[in-house]
């Protein structure tokens, strides 16, 4: 079996919800995509995602298992909430993992294009270790391609390879499993970093995990940032931004066009 892992927050996610079965379809078997009832900082939250589900097109549906999860018997105010929502997969009772199971270990905005799976896991099988994935990473903009990045937080394994890396919290089993030393050779998808409408984006410094970014959380700041394509959030980092048009095949083919969000109107 071929698993995507991962969760999501916030309904400015679904177009990537799509992109990934999209792209994904003829090679996975299911993306298992979990919504938690709170914040990495432990701020109580709607299952906001389950409300615009339904817009997600019937045919990509049957590989979509979409759970909600209650975090309240574990919830804590500190780092420890994003490692046990990055790792609920291996405490979920649906799932009876194997040996020989491979999971691409992803946030929902970091998308392994489709003409890519094939070279992605014959790399795995050939090197028989855990591997970060090198993406191409795109900033503010599904068209702005930060060209002198390229990102390799998302992982892909067999579990054979993680079974038994575990630490125990509130006896769940947490496998922190992101930004691992061995990276890809190729660059197999990309990653959608900060690509939201401006009151997401105020929404999302406002319950980051990185508290000290909070004084960002302003519309003027963030659309001149975006306008200006700087990178406000470390000022001194190099950050050139190629602006793509929407037919680059860089840019997955579900987001090639300017009006991503047009659904949230």
């Known amino acids: 079996m071929l698993y995507i892992k991962s969760y999501c927050y ?20 299911k993306l298992v995509l979990y919504e938690y ?19 997600i097109p019937d045919n990509l549906r049957n590989k979509l298992d979409y759970k909600k999860i209650d975090l309240t018997h574990c ?3 500190s780092n420890t909430n994003e490692p046990i929502q990055r790792s609920w997969l291996f405490n979920d009772i649906d799932y009876n993992l194997s040996d020989d199971d491979i999971i691409i270990d992803c946030d929902i905005d970091e998308i392994i294009y489709s003409c890519c799976y094939d070279n992605l896991i014959n790399e795995l099988h050939t090197r028989n270790i855990p591997l970060s994935i090198k993406l191409n990473q795109f900033f503010f903009k599904n068209n702005y391609l930060w060209s002198n990045l390229i990102f390799t937080s998302p992982t892909i394994y ?12 509130h006896n769940i089993k947490i496998k922190n499993l ?5 990276k890809t050779n190729d660059i197999y998808g990309c990653h959608m970093s900060w690509v939201m409408p401006i009151d997401f984006m105020i929404n999302k410094l406002n319950s980051y995990a990185h508290t000290e970014f909070k004084k960002f959380a302003d519309k003027d700041i963030l659309e001149k940032a975006i306008k200006e394509k700087k990178y406000i959030f470390e000022p001194e980092r190099p950050f050139n931004i190629i602006e793509l048009k929407y037919d680059d095949i860089r840019i997955p083919k579900y987001l090639q066009n300017d009006n991503l969000f047009s659904y949230l109107v």
């Not at 996610?13 to 799509?18: A, K, R």
């Not at 009832?37 to 389950?50: A, M, S």
């Not at 992101?178 to 061995?182: F, G, P």
Request: aromatic share 12%.
């Open 37 to 55: 009832n709170y914040t990495h900082v432990g701020t109580k939250k709607d299952y906001e995602v389950e409300k615009v589900l339904h817009l």
């Open 158 to 169: 067999k579990y054979s390879m993680v079974k038994n890396i575990n630490t125990i919290k």
């Open 75 to 77: 919830i804590e105010y």
């Open 10 to 29: 916030s309904k400015h996610e679904l177009p990537f919800i799509i992109s990934q079965l999209y792209e994904g379809y003829n090679h996975i078997d």
């Open 178 to 182: 992101r930004d691992i030393h061995n």
